[in-house]
């Protein structure tokens, strides 16, 4: 059974850095597409960002090209997401995801495995 647990999540001000990790479990994750969605309050689920396990192939929502950077540690089973100059309207539940193919995961039915989620707290 596949298992996301997401950390790093907080209270930050605008123009500050959080790195978001996630410790996946249960499976091998070679052929798996893993990403980052998030929801504001009263918003949809969106996307951020995705990879591809096993390749350098990176994807992001235009919202967060040039600002969140997106990586995988292999030898940890470990998804980060790098968010730098944060902004109020980066608040929002951050998502891991998992997807049992190499196919691109933009959109909530794409995704096969949630995390639970971490807050992301960006006062201005």
């Known amino acids: 059974q596949v298992q996301l647990v997401e950390s790093g999540g907080g209270l930050v001000q605008a123009g500050d850095s959080l790195r978001l990790s996630c410790a996946a479990s249960?499976?091998?994750?070679?052929?798996?597409?893993m990403g980052w969605f998030r929801q504001a309050p009263g918003k949809e689920r969106e996307f951020v960002a995705g990879?591809?396990?096993?390749?350098?192939?990176?994807y992001y929502a235009d919202s967060a090209k040039g600002r969140f950077t997106i990586s995988r540690d292999n030898a940890k089973n470990t998804v980060y997401l790098q968010l730098n100059s944060l902004k109020p309207e980066d608040t929002a539940v951050y998502y891991c995801?998992?997807?049992?193919?190499?196919?691109?995961?933009?959109?909530?039915?794409?995704?096969?495995?949630w995390g639970k989620g971490t807050l992301v707290t960006v006062s201005s």
């Open positions: 995801a998992a997807r049992r193919t190499l196919a691109t995961m933009i959109r909530p039915p794409d995704v096969d495995y």
């Open positions: 249960g499976r091998t994750f070679s052929s798996y597409t």
């Open positions: 990879i591809r396990w096993s390749a350098d192939s990176t």
